[in-house]
């Protein structure tokens, strides 16, 4: 098989001979294959070993035709050598064990040299590429700011991130502060993917939607601009996502990513005005359309797809991750299906 | 005191002494004296007990300097005998204790008439309005479709909406027919609510903005567009208010509805130009906003004011409810402040 280059290219707004197209959690509980390594070992063991975090990473590659595999990990593996301890609780997602809640709390957080204490991540970079032996490009990727500042200071996932906006509006610095310390970091460990073998970034900032577009400006674009610009300064593709994001599309693409995610309470073209046509585009099927009946599955992505005809630059994803009760086949006959639409 | 008419006024988009304030939740938690009762009553049993409820829907009404009051209910209170009994379980919220899933499910939920099952809501109305005595306007309220069937089909608050989008995608019949049951109860509901002495309606459809904008017209729009005819047909003011919604307000408002809300996700006046000045504006004011300096939260108000200056119609509000830890004394605070700025 030879070399798929397809979704680089559409990174770079260059033609392409079919839509490249990936999904968000295509490594994944939805996944049988996935589901057996699960069943054998905790989420963070497969994140940190990197044999099993590779093998993960590939198994979507061998069933789905993807024209990228993306790094098997979590935003917040981060958290830990920072010193912020957490665990994955089962149907309850991720619990940290002392919430960041004070300036005192910021104080002692530590910087780290992602190298070393997250080395078994750049293992798996190195071991995922040698197997891939380039049929698809590797995607890495991080958290953004203020998704990460929000799980690290709710100790959870919240539905209003009424803690995390108490402090950024109580008490800024601090915010400021936690918020500088994660671009460092993340700016630091996302060239160390970069040169470790990922071929593209991106740049997760899934719970941006819940601020207002001044408070975007204010709190979480200054921390992100500077990690786009790290990631940019490496030289491969940066892609820059958010979910609920309407009303700040414009902003985000000022912050930076040569690609902008947009989920499906948008159109895509309507994004696409927004982001600028100097910037290629990834979205934005809503992931629960994979549940239900694969024509109204179909009928989504070539709108699509429609949308997005005219002009090169459209990566096809979802407007988040796949959904873990979602049927692996829906997705191979998703996949299959856009590169059909020429 | 005489009669304080600038609510009502500005829903006609009539000019005003004053920009007319009030606040979602702002009878709850947040307040000591709610609290006092809560100690000694479940939720249920105040929204069920005239006496308690209308003490409750008061309690803001002495503290506030509010320019409306608002029925102290729940949405969900109409589940029960439509056939789908719940409960509200501390720390999580609603719990339905059999989701509707299937069409069976919706065979089997029952009409009913609310001036009977739902009487003890109307008996709170005619002792709030007695007890009010017209120092301000009462404001009734009802679930839309999208959000009462997202209780009943998820069984709860949900984060991703999925069983609701699936039951939606894969069996759209069944939907409608859930959603038609739910219009014609509210429909109905709300009626009967005017009839008992309500001076204007509130339509919540507070998770709409999960859905795209072509699904919000297929499954959320034809279902609430009766309801706000029925509504309409009343001729009291209707305000039709949702969450998340930047890309779904034209259509919100072509929906209907004499006033429309908006979040903080948005610019005031970007929203009121996209519903058109031919309707009042409620919001939209993150209620987050009300956990920090005082400072903040004013300067906050001070650019929705500014957005909304130039013509009559904005009513001030949060873009959602007040938080259970929000302090009274800024929301007093933000009541004057907006009731100083002319």
Known sequence: MGVNDRFLRACRREPVDATPVWFMRQAGRYMPEYRAIRARHTLLDICRQPELAAQVTLQPVDRIDVDAAILF???????APMGIPFDFVKGEGPVIERPVRSADDVDHLRQFEPRDELSHVL?????????????????????????????AIEGGPSSNYAKTKALMYGEPKVWHKLCDMFASIVGDYLVAQVEAGVQAVQ????????????????????HTSRILEAARATGVPVIHFGTGTATLLETMATAGGDVIGADWRIPLDDAWRLIGHDRAIQGNLDPTLLLGPP???MDGAEDILRRAAGRPGHIFNLGHGILPETPVENVQALAHFVHGQR
Chains 1, 2 share one sequence.
Do not use: C, Q
């Not at 990990?73 to 958290?79: E, M, P, R």
């Not at 975007?216 to 200054?222: S, W």
């Open 203 to 222: 740049i997760f900032d899934s719970w941006v939607g819940a601020l207002s577009p001044d408070d975007y400006r204010e709190f979480a674009l200054p």
């Open 73 to 79: 990990s979590d935003l917040l593996l981060l958290l």
């Open 123 to 151: 293992e798996t970079i190195t071991l995922v590429r040698k197997e891939l032996e380039g049929r698809v490009p590797l995607i890495g990727f991080a958290g953004a700011p203020f998704t990460l500042a929000s799980y």
């Open 295 to 297: 024509e109204r599955m």
